[in-house]
C-alpha cells in the first residue's frame, strides 16, 4: 500500500489549524494534526516543502521506518516544528493502518485499558465569584476534574482567565481559556510573581472550602517561577491537596524540579512544551515529575510518545496529555486512542472545540460521565470536510506574551 497524496490544509475556524491529510493506492485516507499554535506556518512549510516530496510512494505500512527516516534524515533533529511536522505523518499514518485493519486505532495500540478516560475542563474566574460559577458550569458540563486559574490583585490580563474579550469578539465564541488572539501582533500581558504566589493559596482554601475534598483539582503555573518560589508554591498548596501543580518553572533546566522537589509533595506535572523522550529523561529516571504532560501533536506523534510514556511507566509517571482547543479534533482523537491502550493512563485535559471546528472535523467520541472514548470507528473516528475547511482562511494570530511592572520581558 503505497502513499498516493499528501496535502496540507490549513484552516481556521474559531482558530488556525494544520491537518496532514495522505491518501494511498488503496484509496484510505489518514489524518494527522501539525498545529503549532502561533507557529502554524513554520509546520506548513516544513511539511510541504521537505516532507510531502519524501512521502510519495512510501510503504504506507512502514509506521517506524518513516518514523526514523523523518528524524533521522533531516540530520537537523528535534525541536517543535520538526516534531509536529512527523507527528503528523506519523498520526496520519496509524489512522491509515487502522482502517486498513478495520478496527479502531486504540485496538492496534493493545487494545482498551479502560472504559473511558478522566479528562479536565478549565475554569476560571477573575473574582472568586466568577470562578465559583465556573467551576459549577464545568460541572454541569459533567467534568469530574477541573482545573483553576484565578486573577490576582492589581494584574489586569493574565493567563488563563476566560475573560479574552478580543478572542470573543472577533470569533464568537467563549473558549475556557483561548490564549492565541488574531491581529498582527501578540498582546501584551503583566506580571507579579510574589502578588501571585501570596493570592494562589487564599484561592485554593476558598474552593475546597465552598467544593469539598473530593473534587480533583489542579493548577498550571505556566512556567513563570524560579525553583525556589516553585518549592514555595507546591509547600503553600499542600493542604488542598492538588492533584497536580503543573510547569512550575520553564523546565529547560531539568535539576530545578530537584530543588521543588526537595520541599514539596505537591504532584507536578510537566512537559506540553517538551517535543522528545531526551527532553524527559532526566526528569523520568530522577523521579522528577509525576505526569507526562505532552500531546501526540507536538511529540511525534503515537509511536514517540508511547515510548515516552512507556519509560514513564516504570517510574509510575502517568500520562497528563496536553488538551488545548490549539490542540485540533484530530490531535485529541489521537490522545484519547493512545490514552485508552497504555497502562499508566492518569487524565486526559479536554476543552472542548467551538461549532464552526465541529463543522470541519466531523467526530466520533463521547463524552459521559466524565469520561472521554475515542469512539469504535476504523481508524481515528475523524473525518476533515473539505469545503467546510475552504470557508476559513488562515488568520495571522499570536500567543500574549508577559512584561513586569519595569517592562522586563517575563516568561508567558
Ligand atoms: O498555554 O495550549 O495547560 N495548558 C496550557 C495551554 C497553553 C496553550 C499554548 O498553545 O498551558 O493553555
Ligand atoms: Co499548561
Excluded: C
Amino acid at each position: 500500500m503505497k502513499i498516493t497524496h499528501a496535502d496540507v490544509i490549513v484552516t481556521s475556524p474559531d482558530r488556525n489549524f494544520v491537518t496532514l491529510k495522505l491518501t494511498t493506492d488503496d484509496g484510505l485516507t489518514g489524518l494527522g494534526d501539525a498545529t503549532l499554535n502561533g507557529r502554524e506556518l513554520a509546520v506548513v512549510a516544513y511539511l510541504r516543502e521537505h516532507i510531502v516530496p519524501l512521502l510519495i510512494g512510501r510503504d504506507a505500512h512502514a509506521i517506524e521506518d518513516t518514523w526514523q527516516f523523518l528524524y533521522r534524515s533531516a540530520y537537523w533533529r528535534r525541536g517543535p516544528v520538526t516534531m509536529a511536522a512527523i507527528a503528523a505523518v506519523d498520526v496520519a499514518l496509524w489512522d491509515i493502518k487502522a482502517k486498513a485493519a478495520g478496527m479502531p486505532l486504540y485496538q492496534l495500540l493493545g487494545g482498551a485499558s479502560r472504559t473511558g478516560l478522566l479528562a479536565y475542563g478549565h475554569a476560571s474566574g477573575k473574582t472568586l465569584d466568577e470562578l465559583f460559577d465556573s467551576v459549577r458550569q464545568h460541572q454541569e458540563k459533567g467534568y469530574r476534574a477541573i482545573r483553576v486559574q484565578t486573577g490576582v490583585p492589581g494584574l489586569k490580563s493574565i493567563y488563563g482567565i476566560a475573560s479574552n474579550a478580543t478572542f470573543e469578539a472577533n470569533t464568537g465564541v467563549r473558549y475556557d481559556h483561548e490564549p492565541a488572539q488574531r491581529g498582527a501582533l501578540p498582546a501584551e500581558e503583566d506580571w507579579d510573581t510574589r502578588s501571585y504566589l501570596r493570592h494562589v493559596p487564599t484561592v485554593f482554601e476558598a474552593v475546597r472550602n465552598e467544593f469539598g475534598p473530593e473534587l480533583p483539582l489542579l493548577h498550571d503555573g505556566h512556567h513563570r517561577m524560579t525553583p525556589i518560589q516553585a518549592a514555595q508554591l507546591g509547600k503553600s498548596l499542600e493542604p488542598y491537596d492538588l492533584f497536580w501543580l503543573e510547569d512550575v518553572t520553564p523546565a529547560e533546566n531539568p535539576e530545578a524540579l530537584r530543588l521543588v522537589r526537595q520541599h514539596t509533595t505537591t504532584p507536578l506535572a510537566i512537559g506540553e512544551i517538551f517535543n522528545t523522550v531526551w527532553d524527559y529523561q532526566q526528569i523520568i529516571r530522577e523521579q522528577l515529575i509525576d505526569y507526562v504532560r505532552s500531546a501526540v501533536t507536538h511529540t511525534g506523534g503515537i509511536t514517540h510518545l508511547k515510548r515516552v510514556l512507556e519509560y514513564a511507566a516504570q517510574y509510575q509517571i502517568k500520562s497528563g496529555m496536553h488538551g488545548p482547543t490549539d490542540i485540533s479534533p484530530v490531535g485529541m482523537a489521537a490522545a484519547m486512542h493512545l490514552g485508552l491502550s497504555i497502562h499508566n493512563f492518569g487524565i486526559q485535559e479536554y476543552m472542548q472545540h467551538g461549532d464552526k471546528t465541529n463543522s470541519v472535523f466531523e467526530q466520533s467520541f463521547t463524552w459521559s460521565n466524565g469520561l472521554l472514548h475515542p469512539g469504535n470507528k476504523p481508524g481515528l473516528g475523524v473525518d476533515l470536510n473539505v469545503d467546510e475547511a475552504g470557508k476559513y482562511p488562515y488568520e495571522t494570530a499570536y500567543l500574549p506574551y508577559n512584561r513586569l511592572a519595569d517592562g522586563t520581558v517575563h516568561d508567558w
